[in-house]
Structures are given as C-alpha cells and as structure tokens.
C-alpha cells in the first residue's frame, strides 16, 4: 500500500481479535513509523464483517479502499480507482480483477475476473459474487445507508453488494488486476 502512485492520506488496521506476540510487536513498529496508520483492537475475534464495518466507521473519508493482511495491491490501483470516480459521481463500487498465486507473487495460480459494466455485474450478482473484495474502493455513505457491512456467515461482501443493487447503486470492475 505504500507503493501506491496516489498514497493514502490515513490507514486504519482492525485487529479482529487477539494475535500472537510477534504480530502485536509488528503493529507496534508500525503504528511507531507510520504517522497516518490508526490502529483498532476488536477484543473478541468478531467475523469479517464486525471488523470490515468497525474499520468503515472509523474512516474519515468518504472514499475507502479495502485489503485485508494478506492481499497486496498494484501500485496504480489507488491512482485509478480514484479517477474512476472523479469521471462518475453516481459510481458507488469499484473493483477489478485479482491473481491468486502460491509462495511468490510471480507464482500466479489463477485469476478471478468479474464482470466490468453495471448492468454485467447486476446480472452476475443473481448466481455469483460481482466484485473481489479486496480490490474494491467504496463511497461509504452510500454503503452505510444499505446498513454496511453485516454478517452473513463469510459472504458479508456477496450481501453488501445485493443490498447496494437493490438500492439503485452502481457498480464498476476496472479490467485489470488490482
């Protein structure tokens, strides 16, 4: 995330519960060395979408971009997500496609590519997940009108996106891996 062409101006990191003492020494350093990185404990392991909606919650801006520990970004991704929604202000989603890989970056194992246009991903959105999460960048007041993210036993982002269809938002994948 630090790569990035248009960096963030504030990081927010959820600990969804406790972790081990090497992790926590991690967090530490980094909250040390990184002035915009606001760490959030959750005391209790509390699913996905109590820390996806404790992180959202705690963003001061309306434009928020989602990764989890584990994801890495492409040093464009922020840089294009955002002029996506400076040339359309009624856009509310904006994902792409991702590549699953092993061990190394360059093991790449597969790809998931998703529908690009608004009108594709609603049809998609009938049998299948529309959007990688973690790629997505999102409006959060128009996710926190449909209620945000709630639990829907490990498919809180499947019942986000329906919820958003359904109240008219739009939709868009850039075609390239995030």
């Known amino acids: 995330i630090f790569r990035q062409t248009v960096p963030p101006n504030e990081i927010i990191l959820v600990v969804d519960g ?8 991690a967090v530490d350093d980094m909250t040390q060395r990184i002035a915009i990185l606001k760490v959030i404990f959750l005391e209790f392991n509390m699913g996905h979408a109590k820390a996806r909606q404790t992180g959202l919650e705690a963003a001061k801006n309306n434009l928020c971009a ?9 040093e464009n991704r922020f840089e294009k997500q955002l002029a996506f929604f ?26 998931r590519i998703v529908p ?11 049998s299948r997940c529309p959007m990688n999460l ?5 409006r959060k007041n128009i ?6 993210f709630q639990d829907w036993y490990c498919e809180e982002d499947y019942f986000l996106w329906i919820r958003l269809a ?12 995030l």
């Open 66 to 74: 989602i990764m989890d520990s584990d994801d890495i970004a492409d």
């Open 86 to 111: 400076a040339k359309d202000k009624e856009i509310a989603v904006v994902g792409g496609v991702i590549d699953e890989f092993i061990g190394e970056v360059a093991n790449v194992v597969g790809s």
């Open 143 to 148: 996710v926190q009108k449909v209620g945000g």
């Open 18 to 25: 406790p972790i081990p003492e090497s992790l926590q020494k």
């Open 166 to 177: 359904l109240a008219g938002a739009k939709f868009h994948n850039i075609p390239e891996v």
């Open 116 to 126: 690009e246009v608004d009108k594709e991903i609603k049809a998609y959105l009938k």
């Open 134 to 138: 973690m790629t997505v960048m999102l």
